[in-house]
């Protein structure tokens, strides 16, 4: 079994409430973000940097379809959040920023917002809880950073970038982990 998968299982299961020694929503999203993040970062790393920069054999683009390429790292991203929210609704996830290339990867509500104001200027992840549609949700924030010079040099480059100075290990975003409330 992947490691998403048995992410998905596990939160799953706890998605009710904590009982006595149970696991909180805090350390759900935790655990959720350390998954989604070492695969983040391994998708980065080992495969875009190294075939796009290192060997030179593929790039990766935002029309990767059309150009035969390797999605860019926040679509990958976005498709992984896209089909675990069809198979499950214990919790959600995305990747958001307030220099988004795409636009639809800004925050929107308070807690987004606040929570990119922090995890932006303290490089910390912050936590919350907000309603929703009349839900109940607790709402993690957590720094997204530029694991290598292709997050980089894509953002800096890139013609629709409100930002172009980001080095390695700059904060430029955030993953928003949202656990629904029973």
């Not at 679509?75 to 069809?86: H, I, N, V």
């Not at 904060?171 to 029973?182: L, S």
């Amino acid at each position: 079994m992947n490691r998403i998968a048995a992410g998905v299982l596990f939160l799953a299961a706890c998605a009710q409430p904590p009982a006595a020694g149970g696991v909180s929503p805090r350390q759900m999203a935790d655990a959720l973000f350390t998954v989604l993040s070492a695969d983040r970062t391994v998708y980065t790393t080992r495969v875009v940097n190294r075939l796009q920069n290192v060997d030179k054999v593929v790039k990766a683009t935002e029309h990767f379809e059309d150009d035969k390429a390797l999605p860019l790292p926040a679509q990958m991203f976005r498709m992984g959040a896209e089909l675990s929210s069809k198979k499950t609704e214990a919790f959600t996830y995305a990747l958001l920023s307030p220099w988004a290339i795409n636009k639809q990867n800004v925050p929107k509500t308070e807690v987004e917002k606040a929570g990119l104001t922090k995890v932006t200027q303290t490089g910390e992840a912050c936590y919350s809880e907000e309603k929703l549609g009349g839900k109940s949700y607790f709402t993690a924030v957590y720094p997204d950073r530029a694991v290598s010079p292709a997050c980089v040099q894509c953002h800096n480059a890139h013609a629709d970038s409100p930002r172009s100075d980001f080095k390695e290990n700059d904060v430029m975003g955030a993953v928003v982990i949202r656990i629904a409330m029973n």
